[in-house]
């Protein structure tokens, strides 16, 4: 059985370390704030000028006037700070950011993450993600391993799409798989509990290699 959004996302919280600077994409990758290791020194970084987000509020904790990049409600934790998108993106371009979170349309076996447009359909425009996949330290890709509506393939041989960056991605958690992109393509570490190896490569057009220590996903 392929994992739900809570579980991708939770898996992706475990890549999370101590002292760690994080942005969270739009969409799904928002999610992982709910899932951060308790004792672990986080700062999450929204890219619309929040620096120190926090899990999404209850119903009582509402503010229509704290939101994140994705025009989301969200909490803040205490001493966290304000500011304008040009001092956020001087955080993202200087390197200042340990890892990102951001979702896809495609990814390839180099690692390269086309995220932003369909052609033939209306575009609000690229967003961050631009700056984001070459200012962070570590970028991660939260996707579904295929389209829910027409089940076209996501992890490609060569992504079809226009790219938001070239080589820019070092982990992709799916609802099949979490791979690594290393020199030699894509690296299979871990696998759906109920899905075996064959059944996710038959779901993907690039070849994955398997790690000796393959494991299911949350063991």
Not at 116 to 135: E, N, R, S, Y
Request: aromatic content about 4%; proline content about 5%.
């Amino acid at each position: 059985m392929a994992l739900s959004r809570d579980q991708i996302v939770q898996r992706i919280a475990k890549e999370i370390k101590d002292g760690y600077t994080v942005n969270l994409g739009i969409g799904m990758p928002t999610l992982v704030a709910n899932f951060i290791p308790p004792g672990l020194d986080v700062t999450l970084q929204s890219e619309n000028g929040i620096l120190g987000l926090g899990p999404f509020p209850s119903e009582k904790e509402l503010d229509p006037d704290c939101i994140n990049a994705g025009k989301q409600t969200v909490t803040t934790l205490p001493g966290a700070s304000y500011f304008s998108s040009a001092d956020s993106f001087a955080m993202v371009r200087g390197g200042h950011v340990d890892l990102t979170v951001l979702g896809a349309m495609q990814v390839d076996e180099k690692g390269n993450l086309a995220n932003w447009m369909i052609p033939g359909k209306m575009v609000k425009g690229m967003g961050g993600a631009m700056d984001l996949v070459a200012g962070a330290k570590k970028v991660i890709v939260a996707m579904q391993h295929c389209d829910k509506k027409n089940g076209e393939k996501k992890i490609l041989t060569k992504c079809t799409l226009p790219l938001t960056g070239l080589a820019v991605v070092n982990l992709i958690v799916t609802d099949f798989a979490v791979m690594e992109v290393i020199k030699d393509g894509l690296l299979l570490r871990e696998h759906a509990p109920d899905m075996t190896i064959a059944q996710i490569q038959e779901q993907t057009e690039a070849k994955l290699i398997v790690a000796k220590d393959v494991k299911p996903i949350g063991h």
